[in-house]
């Protein structure tokens, strides 16, 4: 919205009138509304950012990869995609603990440099189909990604039943070539795209890769909204995919699964001849909340930062700073509203025990002078090689 009006200075308000929740665009070239004509401006303004109907998110499940370094993933719900699989990608998917496995109280996917069924490089896809399924909630991963030449990860949804293109497709979380993307595509192949460049602010090229960032995906039958860190960056309005599943039906109202993969090269990744290997992908956790309409939840506002909402009043909310400014590091949180108690106060990803409703909470992540942290080349050591996988199944 921002750009699409050449602006240098852009917040948002969200004001209540008469019971009613407006939303105005401030801006340095005018303000805009978003029921238009109550304040200087050209057209309507959807309401961005976190704000839902009346109830809040309560906590279901997630998976936070804690086990023993070098162990496999929980298998109950991660499987593998194996072999060659789209994109004219250049890495074979193994089954191997060396493309993926528990490291560090992270989900490691590792792609190396090594011969493997034909292919240069290995690497690892894990998917929960025919494990587990979702249907409309908040789901966020915390991750940490590798920007080199020909690095292409991603985590994305798919339908449980149906095969690509009709059952449509969203990439929560996709990265190529110095961008990072948010997309979301019908059953008719029509892609609804946001991509923005890891060379401008806040993000600041090759710093981005050296710091956990948090993507959320708020998932409701009216509507898509995918988040980096906090900030809204992709808004789907579901009806808009009506009509374009394999049976007429909207391909985004049905089951579906998660994948976490890192791809090299291929038909967007890019040239990795020139990368030093492996190329890693962390994840920290990936959490999942659903939404209650029926229960009075308490306000939990995050500035510089991720984990905004309305919360169920004692469970556990997760707070995460986003990317410091550059030449700037991490320097715990600051408390400015509510009375909460931070499990890390120094960590950028903490908890607290929910309030009960009353009073909003807001937190701010704080920043000082400093230079950001690189990737410490203390790994587990890497497990011996394992047998050969099966040859890719069929599809």
């Excluded at 039943?161 to 993307?181: F, H």
């Excluded at 985004?252 to 040239?271: H, S, T, V």
Aim: glycine share 10%; charged share 20%.
């Amino acid at each position: 919205e921002c750009a699409s009006r050449a602006v240098d200075v852009c917040t948002y308000w969200t004001l209540q009138l008469n019971g009613n929740k407006h939303c105005l665009l401030m801006t340095n070239k005018g303000a805009y509304s978003d029921t238009g004509g109550h304040v200087e401006g050209d057209r309507d303004l959807d309401c961005l950012g976190p704000d839902t109907p009346p109830g809040a998110w309560r906590f279901r499940w997630s998976d936070e990869f804690d086990a023993t370094d070098g162990s496999p993933l929980n298998s109950t719900v991660w499987g593998y995609e194996t072999g060659y699989v789209r994109n004219s990608e250049l890495q074979y998917y193994s089954t191997r603990l060396e493309n993926s496995r528990h490291d560090g109280g992270t989900c490691l996917m590792e792609a190396r440099r090594d011969w493997w069924e034909g292919k240069e490089y290995t690497s690892a896809s894990r998917t929960t189909r025919g494990k587990k399924t979702f249907l409309y909630g908040r789901f966020a991963i915390r991750a940490k990604i590798d920007v080199r030449p020909g690095s292409w990860p991603a985590w994305w949804l798919l339908p449980e039943d149906e095969t690509w293109p009709k059952g449509g497709e969203i990439d929560m979380m996709e990265y190529y070539q110095r961008k990072v993307l948010f997309n979301v595509m019908d059953g008719n192949e029509q892609w609804t795209s946001v991509e923005s460049s890891i060379d401008q602010s806040p993000y600041n090229g090759d710093e981005f890769s050296k710091y956990y960032h948090v993507w959320t995906f708020d998932w409701f039958s009216e509507r898509i909204m995918l988040y980096l860190d906090g900030v809204l960056m992709n808004d789907y309005h579901v009806d808009d995919a009506n009509g374009t599943g394999p049976n007429g039906e909207n391909p985004f109202r049905r089951k579906a699964y998660f994948l976490l993969n890192q791809a090299i090269g291929g038909a967007a990744g890019g040239d990795p001849s020139n990368t030093v290997f492996p190329v890693r992908f962390r994840v920290d956790w990936i959490r999942q909340w659903e939404w209650d309409p029926d229960v009075d939840g308490t306000t939990i506002t995050v500035t510089n930062g991720a984990g905004s909402g309305a919360y169920e009043p004692g469970t556990t909310a997760t707070i995460s700073a986003g990317q410091p400014p550059l030449g700037k590091v991490f320097d715990g949180w600051s408390i400015v509203s509510g009375t909460v108690s931070l499990s890390e106060p120094m960590a950028s990803s903490t908890s607290f025990i929910v309030p009960s409703p009353g009073s909003e909470v807001i937190v701010t992540a704080l920043y000082k002078e400093g230079t950001p942290p690189t990737e410490s080349p203390s790994f587990s050591p890497v497990p011996p090689p394992t047998p050969a996988p099966a040859p890719p199944s069929d599809g």
